[in-house]
Every structure is written in structure tokens, then in C-alpha cells.
């Protein structure tokens, strides 16, 4: 009973993680932190009574050394009193614990084929969702907010507050839609030279689920380049063009269509969807970027002084806002609670070894699924494993400039898919089951 309960109450959570604010409040991680919590005293419950396996597979360990690194830092800062924001840390102590205990969940509850499927469908859900609901709003400046009150803004930001979290957090679920439609992609016999093979894929696609995933990611795609954000954009488009290429070159018994496929996205999205909903204000913007104007880089520099004070135990998880303003070498425009580069502010708040630790398993981790791509047999191992290492290589690009991974739902969905990732790494005749 607890099983299918535990793991659809996961996919529903995964749905409603961008609804509230992007969980970017107290109150909203609040509660994904309550739902994980009960989720997992019923999974002690069901394994008590040998339902189901308590701990996750040894596959899946990378994700949780990556996670537990964290934890084990700031329980040291909390106990040795190295934290220069005691009450931040212990916030973000008891938030990184959720996080660890939900990648559990996820490990020990996706164990088939089928469930990594489903839980790819809910993430399709969860971002077409934010994607109609930001671009309505975006395109009816007049229409009031619907949820929480928030006032229009020029760039599209969804139910998140800032428009730079919507776009990373769409943009991670644009890259594992397009690994799963590849898994879909049939790979037939001399398809090269026959063309009875080419139209009849033709029409299974315009049959089948790829259809509607692709018109979803046509309108999520919409909903990127409202945002206006000029890396989240950038960084995805060039992660899809390196792991295409990659793809192209190493992927295991690769679709004959992949190489098209790949090419839609960038004309067909790039292009006509661009030209329709006024790609040019991104293009402008990208193209008046100035230094003089833009103050992140300062801060990034300011920052670089905080490491230098605390290299090896760093400041204390969550202190970097209220430290920032003692190294800041003169005003700028804004108040910077972030560094606007999560590299710089993991190694202020963690510390130089903790960080590099965790930089190691994340490439580890980086490693271990571009592997599925070129060894899996398994179609939809080899898919979903495309558009991890898409996500992980774009999160990888766009943390240099910006700070997506303090957005809770933004760093749960993150977690979940390096999960699938570590979840496609297993033996195929361990994982057909169907519920």
C-alpha cells in the first residue's frame, strides 16, 4: 500500500516543488520539507513491514556523498561554532537533510523502467505548467496574477520570483523532454536507404506521445525566451549543441533520426518560434551587454575576499548575505543576498575542500552518465542518460553567473534528475517491472 502511495505522492511533489514561489520562501520549503519528512517515516514504516528495500541501490551512492558532504560540513561549522550566521546554517542544515532524505526516495521508489518514465512525465507536467503560465502572464500585462498577487513583469518569471530561476529551472526540464523523446526514436535497419523506413517513423511520430511531448517543449521553449535571461538561454542552447555532438559521435546504437531531431531545436525553435514571440529582445540584450552597467562581476570580485578569510572551513552555510556588505568596495545598484556565481559562494559559505569535494562527485556523477550513453543497450537508459548530462553540463555553465541552486524547487528538481541519471546506470534485467 505504501509503495505506490509514497512513490506518487513523490511525483506530485515534484509537480508542486515550482508552484509556491519556486520554494523559495520559508513558509513553501517549509512544507516540501514537512511532505519529505512524513514521506519517509511511512517508508521506515513499509520496510518495517518488508514491503520494500530500505536503502537505495549502491548505484545510486554518488548522489548521496555529494549530499552528505554538504551535511557533514555544516555540521561541523554548527558544532565546532565555525559559523559566522549560526541560525542560517542550522535553516539550511535542516533544508540540505530534506534534500538527502528526498533523493532516497527517489532512488528506493523509481526501481523499474516504468516509474523512471512517470516520474520524467512529471516533470514534463510540472515545467509545461510553469511554461502556459508564464507566458499568458507575460502576454496579458493587464491580466492580474492569479497566484500569490505577484505584478507583471517584462520578463517572464512564472510563479518564481526571479525570472533567471524560471529559466534554469525550465531549461533543465527542456533538456531531460528532449532525452526522453530520443529514447522514443526508433532505430531501424538500412533506414538510411529505404525510404519506406523514414515515412513510416514519420507516422508512428505524429501518432504517438512524441507529438505531444514536442508541441510541450515548443511552448516551454516559448517560455525561455520570455524569460529574457540572457546565460540561462545561452548556456542551454550550447550544452544541447556539445552533448549533440557527443551524442553524435559516441552514443550506442544511435536513432538514424537523432541528428535531425537535434537540428529541429535549433531551427525550429531558434527560428520560427523565435521570431514569433520576439526573440530580438533577447537578442538586444545579449548584444548591449555592458560591464560598466552590470555589477555582478564586482560582486563576484568582492567576494573572492570572504574565501580568502575562512578558505578551509568557510563562513557557515546561508551566512553569505549577511557578510557580503563587510567586503563590498563600494555601493552598487542592489542588495546582493548571493554571489551571482555558485562556485564562489560554495567556497565562502563551505569552504575550499568541502566545495572542491563536491565539484569532484558532481563530475563523478557527470561521468557515470555520459558512460549510459555509450554503453547502455537499453533505449530509454541511453535517452533519459542524453538529457541528464545536457541538464547537469547547462547547470554546470549557468552557476558561473548566476545563483539558480539557492531556489529550492530549482535544486530538488536538480537532484532528481542526476537521480535518473545514477538510476540508468543499472543492469536491464533488473528493471522491467511495470509498477
Wanted: proline fraction near 3%; charged fraction near 15%; hydrophobic fraction near 50%.
Amino acid at each position: 500500500m505504501f509503495n505506490k502511495f509514497i512513490f506518487y505522492s513523490i511525483c506530485c511533489l515534484i509537480v508542486w516543488l515550482p508552484i509556491p514561489l519556486g520554494s523559495n520562501r520559508p513558509w513553501a520549503w517549509a512544507i516540501s520539507e514537512i511532505v519529505v519528512f512524513v514521506l519517509f517515516l511511512l517508508h521506515s514504516l513499509s520496510h518495517s513491514k518488508m514491503q520494500t528495500a530500505f536503502f537505495p541501490a549502491i548505484k545510486t551512492w554518488p548522489i548521496f556523498c555529494l549530499i552528505g558532504a554538504l551535511l557533514i560540513t555544516l555540521s561541523l561549522q554548527l558544532a565546532f561554532d565555525l559559523s559566522l550566521d549560526p541560525i542560517q546554517t542550522q535553516i539550511l542544515l535542516l533544508k540540505t537533510i530534506s534534500f538527502f532524505l528526498f533523493a532516497w526516495l527517489v532512488c528506493v521508489y523509481t526501481h523499474s523502467k516504468a516509474r523512471i518514465s512517470k516520474i520524467v512525465y512529471a516533470l514534463i507536467i510540472a515545467g509545461l505548467f510553469q511554461a502556459i503560465y508564464a507566458t499568458i502572464l507575460n502576454l496579458s500585462p493587464n491580466l492580474s496574477t492569479p497566484l500569490f498577487g505577484l505584478q507583471y513583469a517584462e520578463r517572464a518569471n512564472g510563479s518564481f520570483i526571479y525570472h533567471n530561476h524560471l529559466a534554469n529551472y525550465l531549461a533543465m526540464i527542456l533538456a531531460i523532454s528532449i532525452g526522453f523523446i530520443i529514447s522514443e526514436l526508433k532505430i531501424s535497419p538500412n533506414s538510411y536507404t529505404k525510404v519506406r523506413y523514414y515515412l513510416r517513423d514519420i507516422i508512428q511520430s505524429m501518432l504517438s506521445k512524441k507529438l505531444i511531448i514536442r508541441l510541450s517543449l515548443i511552448v516551454i521553449v516559448v517560455a525561455l525566451l520570455l524569460t529574457r535571461s540572457r546565460m540561462g538561454n545561452v548556456a542551454f542552447f550550447a550544452s544541447l549543441a556539445i552533448m549533440g555532438l557527443f551524442a553524435l559521435r559516441f552514443y550506442n546504437k544511435k536513432p538514424w533520426s537523432l541528428k535531425y531531431l537535434i537540428a529541429s531545436f535549433f531551427a525550429i525553435d531558434i527560428i520560427l518560434v523565435g521570431t514569433i514571440f520576439d526573440a530580438e529582445k533577447l537578442q538586444t540584450r545579449l548584444i548591449e551587454t555592458s560591464f560598466v552597467e552590470e555589477t555582478r562581476d564586482e560582486v563576484v570580485r568582492d567576494s573572492l575576499t570572504l574565501i580568502e578569510n575562512l578558505p578551509i572551513t568557510g563562513s557557515g552555510g546561508g551566512s553569505f548575505y549577511g557578510l557580503f556588505p563587510t567586503s563590498q568596495s563600494l555601493p552598487y545598484s542592489g542588495f546582493y543576498d548571493h554571489a551571482h556565481n555558485e562556485y564562489v559562494q560554495f567556497a565562502i559559505e563551505f569552504g575550499l575542500i568541502s566545495s572542491l569535494i563536491v565539484f569532484v562527485l558532481l563530475l563523478y556523477i557527470f561521468f557515470i552518465v555520459l558512460k549510459n550513453m555509450t554503453k547502455k543497450e537499453s533505449s530509454l537508459y541511453k535517452g533519459v542518460s542524453f538529457g541528464v548530462a545536457t541538464s547537469m553540463l547547462f547547470m554546470m555553465i549557468h552557476i558561473f553567473v548566476d545563483f539558480p541552486l539557492q531556489a529550492t524547487a530549482n535544486a530538488m528538481t536538480f537532484i532528481v534528475i542526476m537521480c535518473l541519471g545514477l538510476l540508468c546506470n543499472s543492469n536491464e534485467r533488473l528493471t522491467n517491472r511495470r509498477y
